[in-house]
């Protein structure tokens, strides 16, 4: 409650220590302030998307866990349809209404379409390198690291959309590209955090040096795979 | 004597907006939305206000998209940013469950930051009005001046939401990377709104006559 103060009795007691510059005129009552420290509060989970790009490990448990693998998949899936879709739906909007929600439905479904296509290769690779991932768990990965690239994705559109409304010949067509990139990025980033966090988190004791040495191989070819993949479906679904 | 609680919630959150954006982070989000509403309202009415003093109405459409466009290209990025970086402070230990410190700031206290700048916005830019109606009374020869008072006008908006939201995540997180993301924003901001407005700002740069 902030009132106006109206004499000497009013006088509250020191300030907060830390915290914001509160004007000096006003008297403050503390009880109704909410603590600045509350803003990090962990108690309260964070979403799933915030763990996927700053915290593999906590995204890995949720994975670990067997009544929580399921949600962890669809919300990925859900956000890389959602992210994905909203980048189109934005990018294109100049192009009318309509045009940008097929654009958006054409980008979001290639995009689960290469991580389903990359599926299969990774899982053999696994194989290969003595490294079977189990399905479930390969799929809440790839589905996660995609879904961490589609985050960092979808907040650049209207950036990509004001250049390429500026110069549709050199801009439009850099920073589309540079979006992708950086997208990219981060998903190659996050598949093999993932990866490492995973193997981390299921074995009994810390992964040896031919462990290291296997899951490291299938990172590179996850991120090759699903680089692979998912390039041809943002080049259809930007270019088509 | 005590203000009535809807004008002392109003007051609250422009005297103390850190404090005010923790509180809206655990609330509904229809919470978040309403500053930014009322906001946004005072902000069109501002601007409309201008306008009409100068007898076009069609410009304040231009401040208006040319803010809201500013805003809403930059802050989808700054909401992820804020939600992937580290800050170089925690106030209190991480938990077991996961080691690792939190982030800069919430996703929601930086919706509920952009939602409170906007609120100081519409309050700054009504507090411009009388100046604006006492420029119309004594610039009657051209109307440049009252042009001119319409950026004024787009420029403080855009420089109450770069204020608001540095005060906020300076104060729950005062390392040097915050501060450095806090101006960050505001160039951006600043940045998108001059390439989005330059055909409007060159309009007004040939009606200005010196002499």
Avoid: Y
């Amino acid at each position: 409650m902030v009132a106006v103060p109206t004499g000497p009795a009013h006088q509250a007691g020191p300030r907060p220590q830390r915290h914001e510059p509160l004007s000096p005129f006003v008297t403050f009552d503390d009880v109704t302030l909410e603590s600045l420290d509350d803003a990090h509060d962990q108690a309260r989970a964070p979403s799933l998307w915030v763990d996927l790009l700053r915290d593999p490990e906590a995204a890995v448990a949720r994975m670990l866990d067997p009544s929580a693998l399921q949600s962890a998949i669809v919300g990925s899936l859900l956000t890389v349809a959602i992210c994905t879709g909203a980048f189109a739906f934005i990018v294109r909007f100049d192009e009318g209404a309509l045009k940008a929600a097929s654009g958006a439905l054409w980008l979001a479904g290639s995009t689960l379409l290469a991580v389903a296509a990359a599926l299969g290769p990774i899982h053999a690779t696994s194989l290969l390198v003595a490294a079977r991932v189990p399905m479930a768990r390969l799929v809440a990965v790839l589905l996660g690291a995609v879904a961490a690239g589609a985050v960092v994705l979808a907040p650049l559109a209207p950036i990509v959309r004001l250049l390429h409304q500026r110069d549709e010949i050199w801009l439009g067509p850099i920073s589309l590209v540079s979006a992708f990139a950086v997208s990219g990025l981060v998903a190659g980033t996050a598949v093999n955090a993932l990866l490492h966090a995973l193997a981390v988190a299921s074995g009994p004791s810390a992964l040896s040096d031919s462990d290291e040495f296997r899951v490291g191989i299938l990172a590179r070819m996850a991120m090759v795979f699903l680089g692979f993949t998912v390039a041809l479906a943002w080049g259809m679904g930007a270019f088509q | 004597m005590a203000a009535p609680p809807l004008l002392a919630s109003l007051l609250r959150a422009a005297d103390a907006p850190a404090h005010e954006a923790v509180r809206l982070s655990r609330a509904p989000l229809i919470q978040t939305i309403a500053p930014a509403a009322i906001g946004l309202i005072g902000l069109s009415s501002s601007a409309l206000a201008v306008a009409a003093m100068r007898g076009n109405g069609g410009q304040a459409g231009d401040a208006l998209t040319a803010i809201l466009e500013s805003v809403l290209t930059i802050s989808p990025i700054t909401l992820v940013l804020a939600a992937w970086g580290t800050p170089s402070s925690t106030p209190q230990q991480p938990s077991a469950a996961s080691q690792r410190p939190g982030p800069i700031a919430p996703p929601r206290v930086v919706a509920a930051a952009l939602g409170l700048g906007f609120l100081t916005a519409g309050w700054v830019t009504v507090g411009l009005v009388p100046l604006a109606a006492f420029t119309a009374l004594v610039s009657s020869r051209t109307g440049w001046a009252l042009d001119a008072f319409g950026l004024l006008v787009a420029v403080a908006a855009l420089g109450s939401v770069a204020m608001v939201f540095a005060r906020i995540l300076q104060a729950i997180d005062s390392g040097s990377g915050t501060r450095m993301a806090a101006r960050l924003f505001a160039l951006s901001l600043f940045g998108v709104f001059v390439v989005r407005a330059q055909p409007w700002i060159t309009r007004l740069s040939h009606g200005v006559k010196l002499w």
